[in-house]
């Protein structure tokens, strides 16, 4: 696999996703799309930093892990994510590739 393939096929996901940080901040933020492997999202500095504290470098062998509720055809789903890059859209808008490491439905 190329760098710049993606290893599953992505879909619109316009939906508010709701966040739980390791210091049980909970947050919620704009979902941008999903796949087989994980959820892109969205959101705005003050945000981000909660996400990603300043001076932290993402880290295979040690992730940063999030808690993740969202909707889905009406099932109210939780995840367990590893945030995989972040990266800036524009000047008040970061985006942050998670991976699914665990998902539980709930009903």
Same mark, same amino acid.
């Given at each position: 696999? #190329?760098? %710049?393939? #993606?290893? %599953?096929? #992505?879909?619109?996901?316009?939906?508010?996703? !709701? $966040?739980? &940080?390791?210091?049980?901040? &909970?947050?919620?933020? #704009?979902?941008? =799309?999903? /796949?087989?492997? *994980?959820? *892109?999202?969205?959101?705005?500095? +003050?945000? @981000?930093? +909660?996400? +990603?504290? !300043? *001076? %932290?470098q993402l880290n295979p062998a040690k992730p940063l892990h999030l808690g993740v509720e969202f909707e +889905?055809?009406? =099932?109210? $789903? !939780? @995840?367990?994510? /590893?945030?995989? =890059?972040?990266?800036?859209? @524009?000047?008040?808008?970061f985006c942050f590739n998670l991976k699914f490491i665990r998902l539980e439905q709930q009903g």
């Amino acid at each position: 696999m #190329r760098v %710049y393939e #993606r290893q %599953y096929v #992505r879909v619109d996901y316009q939906q508010e996703v !709701k $966040l739980e &940080t390791a210091e049980r901040i &909970t947050l919620i933020v #704009r979902g941008e =799309n999903i /796949s087989v492997g *994980g959820l *892109g999202i969205c959101c705005d500095q +003050m945000t @981000a930093q +909660m996400i +990603m504290p !300043k *001076g %932290y470098q993402l880290n295979p062998a040690k992730p940063l892990h999030l808690g993740v509720e969202f909707e +889905m055809e009406d =099932n109210s $789903l !939780k @995840a367990t994510c /590893s945030i995989q =890059n972040s990266y800036r859209l @524009a000047q008040d808008l970061f985006c942050f590739n998670l991976k699914f490491i665990r998902l539980e439905q709930q009903g």
